[in-house]
């Protein structure tokens, strides 16, 4: 069963897409099948045939993926709004890309001008991955202070960049950087204590240095958009505090680029807050999977296919 007044909405990132993606859902609710064609109809070109058909390798590449993240939540979003009128939970958070959903869940920022907003993002830091090529890795089951400090140890010996770009969990953080360095952690991260270190499928290095080439940019499309103060706590990736005014929205995403995404202390503060729920609008099952780490007694439930919305629905609340 869940309370909303005690629940939290999330929004996935880039790494959750899949080929397919809010496909059921446009094909069986009309909402969702005009969400996708408004989307189509503001960026020039289809969308929907990405998200639903692919290939994988279009899918994938930044400026595509986050479009398609963002329109897919919020087709579902939409869906579950309609089924559950005056629906208003306590909390919102996205992560990386996701906080983009959240805040137009939220009503901070329209949905044209989220698509917008979203397209510039993806395209800015795509031109910076490819003007300064980077690389990212997962490194699993070693403490966020031995991951910072193992970075630390590689630039100072290297002079190449790497940093701590995602605290996702406890036992999971994410290292962004030059490709070199990237590699000699690595190399580094068994010995240090790490269970595993493995490169993830990226040529950017999101949320590091290397992305203050992409901030120019997406700064001015930043600037020249409304922003409303959002109806719900949508809480900040930076900070892990409540972005409450179109001020520090802005500051939040033009400082989001380069900084590390907080997750774990993002989480930790809804629940220290009072949530017992935890709804992930949207591809793939990431976020909750990381909520079973930072807090498995919390209730997680996932909205990515219609099979499992209807389910939801059906079941008591």
Known sequence: MINWQTAAALFPGQGS???????DFA?????????????????????????????????????????????????I??????????????????????????LTAAGALSFD?????????GHFMQQAGEQIPG???????????????????????????VVLANDNCPGQAVV????????RLIEL??????????????????HSPLMAAAQAGFRQAVHETTFSPPTVPVISNVTALPLTHPDEIRHELDQQLTQSVRWTDSMRAIIAAGAESFVEVGAGAVLTG???????????VNLNTVAAFERFLDSPR
């Open 17 to 23: 897409q899949v080929v397919g993606m809010g496909g």
């Open 27 to 75: 094909e069986r609710y009309a909402v969702a099948r005009a969400t996708f064609a408004q989307a189509d109809e503001i960026l020039g070109y289809s969308l929907s045939e990405i998200c639903w058909a692919g290939p994988a390798e279009t899918l994938n590449q930044t400026k595509h993926t986050q479009p398609a993240l963002y329109v897919s939540s919020i087709a």
């Open 77 to 102: 979003w939409r869906v579950l709004q309609e089924a559950l009128p005056g629906l208003k939970p306590a909390w919102m958070a996205g992560h990386s890309l996701g906080e983009l959903t959240a």
């Open 113 to 121: 001008a989220g698509v917008r907003l979203v397209q510039a993002r």
């Open 135 to 161: 690389a990212m890795a997962a490194v699993l089951a070693l403490d966020m202070s031995r991951v910072e400090a193992l970075c630390a140890t590689i630039t100072s010996e290297t002079g190449g960049t």
């Open 176 to 183: 962004s950087g030059e490709v070199e360095a990237v590699d």
């Open 189 to 206: 991260a068994a010995g240090a204590g790490a269970r595993r270190a493995v490169k993830l499928a990226v040529s950017i290095a999101a």
């Open 290 to 300: 990381l909520m079973r780490r930072i807090d498995r007694a919390k209730t997680r």
